[in-house]
C-alpha cells in the first residue's frame, strides 16, 4: 500500500498520456445521442464516480451511483440517450459487471473505464478504457482510487463541455502529478500525527462539494485498513446533530480545498476546537489544528487524487501502529463476486 501510495505521481501521469483519448471517448457519445452519463462503480470506484460529477459545474447529464443502485433502481431511464460508465480497477467487480450487461441487454451504451486490460469489463463494453497504470498488489486501492477518478473527471468535463453545460473552460490537469509528488512529501508529519491518533475509536471526516467524495473514500480507507468506525458527512452537516457524538476517543479530519464554503467551513473548525478539540485539517488555505498544506494552487474540480494522498497515508501508519496489516484487512478480497 505504501509503495503504491508512493507511485501516485507516476499513475497520474500515464492517466495524462490519454486525456486526448477520454475526451475524444465523450465526444463520440455526445455525437451518437447520449444526453446523459451514470457513472457507476462500488466502494472506492463508487467514490471515484461521485468525485467525478462533481467536477462539472452542473449535473443535468452526469449522475454518479453504486452499481447496485443503478442495476436495481434505473429500469424507467431512457435507453437512446443514456449511457452507463462502469468504474473499476479489476474490472469484475459483480454489481459492475452485472450493470454493465444489463444495461447493454437494455440497448444502453456501455463504457469500462478499468486497471485491467483483460478484464471482462473492458471487453464487453461497447468502449473500453484501460488505464494503465501498473499493478497495485494490495487490496488496498490508492493510486487506482486517484486514476480513476481523474480518468472519469476528464471524461465528464469534456461530456458536459459537449452538452453544454456549466463553465466553458475546460479542467486544465496539467500539474497534478507535482503535486502530487509535493503532497507526499508531508508523509513524515503524517507518521507523527498518526502517533498521536492512532488510538482513536472513531473518526468523523467531513468535506464540502468538491471534497464530499474525498471524505468518503477517507472515511473507507480508515475502516478498511485500521478496523475504525467512520462517518463521512458534508462538512456543515456536522453541525446538525453529529457534533453531540464527539469526545477525546473521537478523530476529526476536515478536508477543505479554497472555494466558495470555505469561510464557513473555517467557522466550524473554529466552533470545533471552542469545544476543545483538535482536528485535523487537510487544505490549500486553511489552518487549524493539525493542517496538512495541499498545493495552493488546486482546482477544486481536480483535487481529489491530491486531497485524499494524506488520509491515504494516515490510515497505512495508523493501521501500522494499531499493528494490523493495511494490505489484508479482514473480510476483503481484490474484488467482490457474486450476490
Ligand atoms: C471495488 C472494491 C474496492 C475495495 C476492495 C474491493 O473494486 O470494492 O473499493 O477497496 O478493493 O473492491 P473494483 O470494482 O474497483 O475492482
Known amino acids: 500500500m505504501i509503495k503504491e501510495i508512493r507511485d501516485t505521481p507516476r499513475a497520474l501521469i500515464k492517466v495524462l498520456e490519454i486525456e486526448g483519448f477520454l475526451r475524444k471517448a465523450a465526444?463520440?457519445?455526445?455525437?451518437?445521442?447520449?444526453?446523459k452519463l451514470f457513472l457507476t462503480g462500488c466502494g472506492s470506484s463508487y467514490y471515484a464516480a461521485l468525485a467525478a460529477t462533481k467536477a462539472s459545474a452542473s449535473n443535468f447529464s452526469?449522475?454518479?451511483?453504486?452499481?447496485?443502485e443503478f442495476l436495481f433502481y434505473q429500469s424507467e431511464i431512457d435507453h437512446k440517450e443514456t449511457a452507463v460508465v462502469g468504474i473499476s480497477r479489476s474490472g469484475?467487480?459483480?454489481?459492475?459487471?452485472?450493470?454493465?450487461?444489463?444495461?447493454?441487454?437494455?440497448?444502453?451504451?456501455?463504457?469500462?473505464?478499468?486497471?485491467?486490460?483483460?478484464?471482462p469489463m473492458k471487453s464487453e463494453a461497447d468502449i473500453g478504457i484501460f488505464l494503465d497504470v501498473g499493478e497495485?498488489?494490495?487490496?488496498?486501492?490508492?493510486?487506482?482510487?486517484?486514476s480513476l477518478s481523474l480518468a472519469s473527471t476528464l471524461l465528464c468535463d469534456e461530456f458536459s463541455k459537449e452538452s453544454g453545460e456549466g463553465s466553458k473552460k475546460k479542467l486544465v490537469p496539467t500539474g497534478l502529478p507535482e503535486a502530487a509528488t509535493e503532497v507526499l512529501k508531508l508523509e513524515e508529519v503524517i507518521v507523527r500525527i498518526a502517533e498521536?491518533?492512532?488510538?482513536?475509536?472513531?473518526?468523523f471526516v467531513l468535506g464540502q462539494g468538491c471534497?464530499?467524495?474525498?471524505?468518503?473514500?477517507?472515511?473507507?480507507?480508515?475502516?478498511?485498513?485500521?478496523?475504525?468506525?467512520?462517518?463521512?458527512?458534508?462538512?456543515?452537516?456536522?453541525?446538525?446533530?453529529?457534533?453531540?457524538?464527539?469526545?477525546?476517543?473521537?478523530?476529526?479530519?476536515?478536508?477543505?480545498?479554497?472555494?466558495?464554503?470555505?469561510?464557513?467551513?473555517?467557522?466550524?473548525?473554529e466552533d470545533v476546537k471552542r469545544e476543545g478539540f483538535k482536528p485535523?485539517?487537510?487544505?490549500?488555505?486553511?489552518?487549524?489544528?493539525?493542517?496538512?498544506?495541499?498545493?495552493?494552487?488546486?482546482?477544486?474540480?481536480?483535487?481529489?487524487?491530491?486531497?485524499?494522498?494524506?488520509?491515504?497515508?494516515l490510515a497505512f501508519y495508523?493501521?501500522?501502529?494499531?499493528?494490523?496489516?493495511p494490505d489484508s484487512p479482514r473480510r476483503l478480497h481484490k474484488f467482490v463476486g457474486g450476490f
Do not use: W
Open 196 to 203: 498521536d491518533v492512532y488510538s482513536k475509536d472513531f473518526f
Open 92 to 119: 469484475r467487480t459483480a454489481e459492475t459487471l452485472a450493470a454493465l450487461r444489463e444495461g447493454k441487454g437494455r440497448g444502453i451504451t456501455t463504457v469500462a473505464i478499468t486497471c485491467s486490460e483483460d478484464s
Open 62 to 68: 452526469l449522475q454518479a451511483l453504486p452499481s447496485s
Open 280 to 313: 485535523l485539517v487537510i487544505s490549500n488555505t486553511l489552518e487549524n489544528g493539525y493542517t496538512l498544506r495541499l498545493p495552493i494552487r488546486l482546482d477544486p474540480k481536480l483535487s481529489t487524487p491530491i486531497a485524499i494522498l494524506p488520509i491515504q497515508l
Open 211 to 269: 471534497t464530499y467524495p474525498v471524505a468518503l473514500e477517507g472515511a473507507l480507507k480508515l475502516m478498511e485498513t485500521c478496523n475504525l468506525r467512520t462517518n463521512a458527512l458534508h462538512a456543515l452537516e456536522f453541525r446538525h446533530g453529529p457534533m453531540a457524538a464527539v469526545d477525546d476517543t473521537v478523530g476529526i479530519i476536515v478536508v477543505a480545498i479554497e472555494d466558495g464554503s470555505s469561510r464557513a467551513v473555517a467557522r466550524l473548525i
Open 318 to 325: 495508523i493501521s501500522v501502529k494499531r499493528g494490523l496489516n
Open 27 to 35: 465526444e463520440e457519445l455526445f455525437t451518437a445521442g447520449v444526453k
Open 136 to 146: 497495485e498488489k494490495s487490496i488496498i486501492m490508492t493510486k487506482t482510487f486517484s
